[in-house]
């Protein structure tokens, strides 16, 4: 409350006095939108400053309108232009600067279109990655960023007494991509030291990641930005000068300032390489540019559910979703063999197998003998900070033993969702013979795992206390299709958000040419079918990045070929974060250590037993129960308040 206060106190004064450089400010500039009205406006939006708030007044988010649709809506719907209305008590001073500070947390990237007392125009975001958590969304979006523009302009634009300016986000796109928009940071108004000249203009090339291919001929998409202060004179032009070659677009014109993007499609060229820009909006201008070609990426994507058992609903349903899931993924590998899905524990294999017929069990023992389907080596995602080693070591199991007895393979694990890493799993996962770990975490309570930039060092070996290792891949969150692409996955999106998500890995020590897109959708749901047709559709359009699907395995072993031995070894403890709910549930908490310490014992107690009178055996069935039951209590859905209330 009082940090609103003080924000609306602040816009006010500085409305006031036009003596002061700041006209007014709309918000904070920390990257956040807390600030703001969290849900969607009703009507119109029309900011007073001096009189609106920005907790009340001002929204967070703007969805955002196709350009070909601008101006055809009424006034209060929600993508709708927003106003800011001010006042000037005196004549205008002779420039300003408009700063918009933005944050992109969806699956597309609009342009932001700009109307100062009726002249208009748009301007390019060039989004950064974001990992400072400033909203908290920031811990599920792989391609979170924030971008700020700027606009320069005239004091011959406004006039004393009221003025307006009203901004909207506008989707380029052919189609509409769900929830595209955009979300407000904060916004700014300052009188401008530098003098305004409408006439000047300027030009940047942006090399893209994406590459096109016709004829046998490979070529990349170069982007060029040209900004200008005043309208485009008929006739405007861009050309392109790069490795002895002229390449020439005309400019649209039709606004009154601002930029327009040009796309030039040139064939493929090293690094570096000198290019010359010609572009005339009113006077021809020149720009000599050195240019670095984009990397040459394949994403392997990894369709995949996460497993909440007893989480999202009551476990005999979550059974039977996950159950269906695997239904779904056989039927969508035999219309589209490159299809590939991992289920995210082999207690979704488990589910199965007990409901099914024996021609459908033989069915899905062929599709992992196939390796269209694959399960990870633990029975469910466990908090690894509370179970015993023994008990972590029996995770395996399940896995193991279906391996062993349908030579399927057994070669790596994953924890999704939450992030416990404790340090002695590296040293279990590796004496069990598993060779890759792969985590898809969800950061909202362990920042440290986000903020350290363990995704962007990744892969790195795990070094257990014993000194084995393990190839570990860590993975900002786990249904990272669905954030990139939408639901259904959208070729268009992934336009927007795979350059952002690419930031991650576009760095000197990331070696290989390829990522992991780590899992497709949000957990216990049944698959969306489109998701099938995602890498065909894409690849049709772009030769680059590339999607292919695959397994964990198989896209972890790909890139760590690619590393060669320039893989660093990490030693310590990820930390057993979100294990707080067992301190919630402290007597059956004491009594599940306490099995699991004596399990042993009553295992090896029946075993000796047997021995001692060859009349006897061991009860194996409820032995294996016995450890099956206390996996499960180890489950990381523990105490969750959908579990309780479910």
Request: net charge negative.
């Amino acid at each position: 409350m009082v940090f609103i206060l003080a924000s609306f106190c602040l816009t006010t004064a500085m409305a006031q006095g036009d003596s002061a450089e700041t006209v007014f400010r709309i918000g904070t500039f920390d990257r956040s939108s807390a600030e703001f009205a969290g849900e969607t406006p009703k009507q119109s939006v029309n900011f007073i400053v001096g009189e609106s708030t920005p907790a009340k007044d001002w929204y967070a988010r703007q969805p955002a309108e196709l350009v070909s649709a601008v101006g055809t809506h009424p006034a209060n719907n929600a993508a709708a232009p927003r106003t800011i209305t001010f006042s000037l008590a005196h004549a205008p001073a002779t420039a300003y600067r408009l700063r918009v500070s933005l944050l992109i947390e969806g699956a597309s990237v609009p342009a932001l279109g700009v109307n100062i007392d009726g002249k208009r125009g748009t301007f390019y975001l060039h989004p950064i990655l974001d990992s400072d958590m400033g909203d908290m969304i920031d811990s599920f979006d792989p391609a979170y960023s924030h971008a700020d523009v700027e606009v320069d302009f005239p004091g011959a634009y406004l006039h004393s007494g009221t003025n307006t300016i009203t901004l909207q986000a506008v989707e380029e796109a052919d189609q509409v991509v769900p929830d595209s928009g955009l979300t407000y940071d904060a916004i700014e108004l300052d009188r401008s030291a530098k003098a305004f000249h409408p006439e000047a203009s300027t030009a940047e090339i942006v090399p893209s990641i994406f590459y096109t291919q016709h004829q046998g001929q490979l070529d990349e998409l170069v982007d060029v930005f040209v900004r200008c202060g005043e309208p485009i004179k008929s006739g405007g032009s861009v050309d392109l000068n790069l490795a002895g070659k002229r390449y020439h677009q005309t400019l649209r014109g039709g606004e009154d300032f601002g930029e327009e993007k040009i796309e030039f499609a040139v064939p493929e060229f090293t690094a570096p390489t000198q290019a010359r820009l010609t572009w005339n909006a009113g006077r021809a201008e020149h720009k000599e540019q050195t240019i670095h070609p984009g990397k040459k990426w394949t994403l392997f994507l990894v369709p995949h559910i996460h497993l909440d058992i007893g989480y999202s609903d009551y476990q005999a349903k979550v059974a039977a979703i996950q159950s269906r899931v695997i239904d779904e993924a056989m039927d969508m590998t035999q219309s589209h063999p490159d299809f590939r899905f991992s289920m995210d524990g082999a207690w979704d294999l488990e589910q199965f197998m007990k409901t099914r017929t024996p021609a459908e069990r033989q069915r899905v023992i062929a599709a992992m003998q196939k390796q269209q389907l694959f399960i990870p080596a633990q029975y469910a995602n466990l908090l690894t900070g509370f179970p015993t080693a023994e008990t972590l070591i029996r995770s395996f199991y399940a896995s193991a033993n279906f391996s062993r007895e349908h030579g399927t393979p057994f070669n790596y694990a994953n924890i999704t969702d939450v992030p416990s890493y404790s340090w002695s799993y590296a040293s279990i996962l590796a004496a069990a013979g598993i060779k890759y770990f792969l985590a898809g975490s969800d950061n909202v309570r362990a920042p440290v795992l986000l903020q350290g930039h363990l995704s962007q060092n990744s892969p790195f070996w795990w070094e257990g206390p014993d000194g084995q290792k393990v190839l570990f891949w860590y993975s900002r969150h786990y249904m990272q299709m669905q954030v990139l692409f939408g639901l259904p996955p959208l070729v268009p999106a992934g336009h927007d958000t795979l350059p952002l998500f690419l930031q991650m890995y576009d760095q000197p020590g990331y070696r290989a040419n390829a990522a992991i897109i780590f899992g497709t959708q949000v957990e216990n749901t049944d698959l969306f079918p489109q998701q099938a047709e995602l890498a065909q559709q894409w690849n049709s359009v772009y030769a680059y990045p590339k999607l292919q699907y695959s397994g964990f395995h198989e896209a972890l072993k790909n890139i760590a070929q690619q590393f060669g031995n320039d893989i660093p070894t990490v030693s310590g403890d990820g930390g057993p974060y979100w294990e707080d709910g067992i301190a919630s549930d402290a007597y059956y908490a004491a009594m599940e250590r306490e099995n699991e310490s004596r399990g042993p014992s009553a295992e090896k107690l029946a075993t000796l037993t047997s021995l001692v009178n060859p009349h006897l055996a061991a009860d194996k069935k409820d032995l294996d129960r016995m450890w099956t039951d206390m996996v499960l209590m180890d489950e990381h859905t523990w105490d969750s308040y959908n579990s309780i209330s479910d």
